[in-house]
């Protein structure tokens, strides 16, 4: 799958006018399949199949060691031809199970093969959505950000992933949309000194003519209005 966009990508680069401005985007195709059910249906059939194969490799492996822990008991009453003939018999085994591992979990091997073959719509699918969105946003080249194309800093603006999705009818319906408003909130201002002053000024006046004069504190004579 990496190494169809690396090629996709890098033919654009070869056919793409030089004397213009290139437009450039850039997609993800890792997260794509990742919402796509065909693949992860072709995921869960290889995951079956790689079970039931190792499954295999481990009861044949089960055999060897048996075969081994027999020789192991019985080597001291063994004769050097029935040694030799046991021995031969373990040889062979071990080979035939490096075989089959091989075949089945090698390079190109029957796991490979057949992740190719479960792989393939899904990545049709996919390049078709491609070429429709790089033919509406005119784009001249289109990279793949899960390849093995290094890339150091991707900006937001040219990820066209999520428009692949739509192709697919897989978009997201929160991404490329403005975000929602939120209540707008008033906040009132702090109170600058003066204004705090004037305040308590005007408070305690109001707590004076309210509650009347000051009580004299007990055992204070209070002078009359007759003179001395």
């Known amino acids: 799958m990496k190494r169809f966009f690396c090629a996709f990508a890098f033919l654009g680069l070869l056919t793409a006018g030089p004397a213009q401005a290139q437009r450039l985007g850039y997609i993800d195709t890792e997260f794509i399949m990742s919402k796509m059910p065909e693949y992860a249906q072709a995921q869960t059939e290889l995951n079956k199949l790689s ?106 603006t040219f990820d066209y992933t999520e428009y692949v999705l739509e192709e697919l009818g897989l978009a997201s319906p929160d991404r490329n949309q403005p975000g929602p408003k939120g209540p707008v909130r008033t906040v009132t201002p702090p109170k600058t000194p003066a204004a705090n002053a004037a305040t308590k000024a005007t408070t305690d006046s109001q707590f004076e003519s309210d509650s009347g004069p000051p009580e004299a504190p007990a055992g204070t004579k209070t002078r009359t209005g007759t003179k001395p």
């Open 51 to 156: 079970d039931t194969w190792q499954k295999e490799i481990e009861a044949q492996q089960k055999d060897i060691d048996k075969m081994y822990r027999t020789y192991q008991a019985e080597e001291v009453v063994l004769t050097e031809p029935m040694k030799k003939k046991r021995q031969d018999e373990m040889l062979k085994k071990e080979q035939e199970l490096k075989a089959y591992r091989t075949k089945q979990f090698g390079y190109e091997g029957q796991i490979f093969k057949k992740r190719q073959e479960l792989n393939k719509p899904v990545q049709d699918k996919i390049f078709e959505a491609v070429e429709k969105v790089v033919k509406a946003k005119k784009l001249d080249i289109v990279l793949d950000k899960a390849s093995d194309l290094t890339m150091i800093y991707t900006n937001p």
